[in-house]
């Protein structure tokens, strides 16, 4: 995927689809939720300290879907930061399943995450 240089393998787990064998789309937001925790070790490290009154918070999620992915079909997420700002940044992520010849989009979007004080609950 061009433009992304983190990637997370999904493990689809048989809870994770519907009747009809897709992934339901609930799913999709866990997979990129392990995803950008995997992302945020590989940037800042595993040392980091999540707890601190200082952290991080979801301030916004978008996702769009483009194509189906059944209970046999090998998943990965890849992210990126897209935007930096002073308060935020915005983390874009990619869902694809392997095909034959290359990886195939199944849902696309973006997460708002905001620099955030517990102390005084303030960006």
């Known amino acids: 995927m061009k433009g992304f240089k983190h990637k997370t393998s999904i493990q689809?787990?048989?809870?994770d689809v519907d009747?009809?064998?897709h992934i339901n789309n609930a799913?999709?937001?866990?997979?990129v939720e392990l995803?950008?925790?995997?992302?945020?070790?590989?940037?800042?490290?595993?040392d980091a300290d999540w707890h601190d009154q200082h952290g991080l918070i979801m301030a916004h999620f978008e996702i769009d879907f483009r194509?189906?992915?059944?209970?046999?079909?090998t998943i990965s997420v890849y992210t990126r930061c897209s935007?930096?700002?002073?308060k935020s940044f915005d983390l874009s992520w990619a869902i694809v399943k392997e095909t034959v010849e290359?990886?195939?989009?199944?849902?696309?979007g973006?997460?708002?995450?905001?620099?955030y004080d517990y102390e005084t609950k303030s960006t």
């Open 102 to 108: 290359s990886e195939e989009i199944v849902a696309e």
């Open 12 to 15: 689809v787990r048989f809870k």
């Open 67 to 73: 194509k189906e992915a059944s209970f046999d079909d």
């Open 83 to 86: 935007k930096l700002g002073t």
């Open 19 to 21: 009747m009809m064998g």
């Open 27 to 31: 799913e999709y937001f866990s997979y």
């Open 110 to 115: 973006k997460t708002i995450i905001a620099c």
């Open 35 to 46: 995803a950008r925790l995997n992302y945020f070790d590989a940037v800042v490290g595993k």
